[in-house]
Structures are given as structure tokens and as C-alpha cells.
């Protein structure tokens, strides 16, 4: 045999032994436990993971039967369904998770990749095709109708944002303890949300349609909502009639401000 053939087979043999170890840690060193602690540590309060029916599989690979997001206990806000989680095995010795995820939610599918390690978490995510009348949150607060959301979520550090847009809107009107909101004229919600200091900021979510405008702002913090619903109909809104019920909330000819203030769990 040559030198070059002699040369290839100890190249071959090291290549093969340093893939048994790294496996064998993954199979081995590495505990089912442990990875679902890395995945309970990717979000910050008031949100709680809770990990159902995870197993490890070869090739660096976790599948999960279903991820709750909670705001409680008991309390969803969403579930991913058929997850998968794979993970880059040259990161591991350095304590370091690097990892690409899929799942399936409500009809539609979150997609993305992150970074778990000590002191840092970073999360990219993409949203698409997810039927809002499938989320648990919604069918807790009896808010029926559909809509199709899609959007992009990141998370770093201490700050996570999602950038969203909610199309074929199509929802019941609201009428509750004296606020009336038309739901029903509106097709389109844009927005952005923040998450930083166990804190859910609304910096900007509009909602457009049928001869109607609305924003909201406010925030999310220690389990109680605190935001303000502007209502903004125009000259051709539809049901002028109703906008007498919400009489007492207009701030100027037009504009008809709600606050909105309750514990959420």
C-alpha cells in the first residue's frame, strides 16, 4: 500500500473515532432532562415552557409531541404540535446549544434557529399560515373567528421582539360591560410586540378596514393588561347607530379612547 493510501486510512480511522465519541456523548452524556431545561430557559417570565413527550433520536436530533406556551399554569397561550429540534454537535463541548427548530401550530408552522448558552440566548423565528381561531388563548376569552397570522420573531438576551400581520381578519364585534368594538369591519391588524424586564409593551398594533381605524398601546406586566384601544371610524363607517354606546368614551369629534384594565390570570 502507498503512502498516500496509508496516509488516507488513518485520516479515515481519526475522522470516525472522533464522530463514535461526539455520538456517543450525544446518545449518552447528554440527558433527555437536560435538554428540555435548555429549552424551558429560551423564554423569560411571564412566559413558561412546558415540555411534553420529548425523545432524542440519532443525528443530533430531539422530537417533542407538543410545546405549551403558558402565561399560568393552566393557562395556554399557544401549543406547538410535531416538533423538531436539530442540533450542531461541534458546539457542545463549548457548553454552547446551537440549534435549528420546526413545528406545527394551528394549522400553520414556526420555523427557526438559536444560539443556548450560560449567559446568552438568541432566537430567530418565522411564523406562517396560522389560524387564529386555533390558539388556545383565544378560545379561553371566547373570541370566535378566524385570521390567518404571520410574522418574525427574535429574541436576544434580556429583549425579544415579534413583527407581525394578521390578514383575512374576520372576528364578532365586542360588546362588554358598556365598550362596543366593531370587530367585524376590520380585515387587517399590523404589529409590533416587546418583550424585555418580564414586561409585553405594545409599541404599535393598528387595525384597518371597512371605513374604520384602531390602535392599540399599552402593556402586559405581573398578570394584568394595561393598554388603551383607540377608535378612530370614519365618515363612511357602517354602523354609526352603535357608536353610541361608546359615546362616553370620545376624546375629540371622531376619536374614542378605551382603557382597558384586568387581570389576565
Not at 450542531?88 to 413545528?103: C, D, G, I
Not at 401550530?105 to 438568541?122: A, E, T
Not at 390578514?167 to 387587517?188: C, E
Not at 410586540?193 to 374604520?212: A, H, P
Request: proline share 3%; net charge positive.
Amino acid at each position: 500500500m502507498t503512502r498516500v493510501g496509508k496516509s488516507f486510512i488513518v485520516v479515515v480511522i481519526v475522522i470516525a473515532a472522533i464522530a463514535a465519541a461526539v455520538f456517543g456523548t450525544w446518545m449518552v452524556a447528554i440527558p433527555e432532562d437536560l435538554i428540555v431545561n435548555w429549552i424551558k430557559t429560551s423564554v423569560e417570565k411571564p412566559f413558561v415552557l412546558e415540555v411534553n413527550d420529548l425523545r432524542k433520536e440519532a443525528l443530533f436530533t430531539v422530537k417533542i409531541k407538543d410545546v405549551r406556551l403558558l402565561l399560568s399554569k393552566n393557562n395556554d397561550v399557544l401549543v406547538l404540535n410535531d416538533c423538531t429540534i436539530r442540533i450542531n454537535p461541534v458546539f457542545l463541548p463549548f457548553k454552547t446549544v446551537k440549534m435549528s427548530f420546526n413545528a406545527a401550530l394551528s394549522g400553520g408552522y414556526i420555523k427557526g434557529d438559536g444560539i443556548i448558552k450560560k449567559d446568552l440566548v438568541r432566537i430567530n423565528a418565522n411564523m406562517d399560515d396560522i389560524e387564529l381561531s386555533g390558539l388556545s388563548y383565544l378560545k379561553r376569552y371566547s373570541l370566535k373567528g378566524h385570521g390567518i397570522f404571520s410574522g418574525d420573531f427574535t429574541f436576544y438576551k434580556d429583549t425579544g421582539e415579534l413583527a407581525f400581520k394578521i390578514r383575512d381578519f374576520t372576528f364578532g364585534d365586542i360588546h362588554s360591560h358598556g365598550v362596543y368594538l366593531p370587530l367585524k369591519y376590520f380585515n387587517v391588524i399590523n404589529g409590533l410586540i416587546v418583550l424585555k424586564d418580564e414586561q409585553l409593551t405594545t409599541e404599535s398594533v393598528t387595525f384597518s378596514g371597512e371605513g374604520i381605524y384602531a390602535r392599540i398601546k399599552g402593556k402586559i406586566a405581573k398578570g394584568s393588561i394595561n393598554m388603551q384601544i383607540d377608535v378612530m371610524p370614519e365618515d363612511n363607517f357602517p354602523d354609526k347607530d352603535k357608536l353610541a354606546i361608546i359615546k362616553n368614551y370620545e376624546v375629540s369629534p371622531g376619536v374614542y379612547s378605551i382603557e382597558i384594565k384586568k387581570w389576565l390570570y
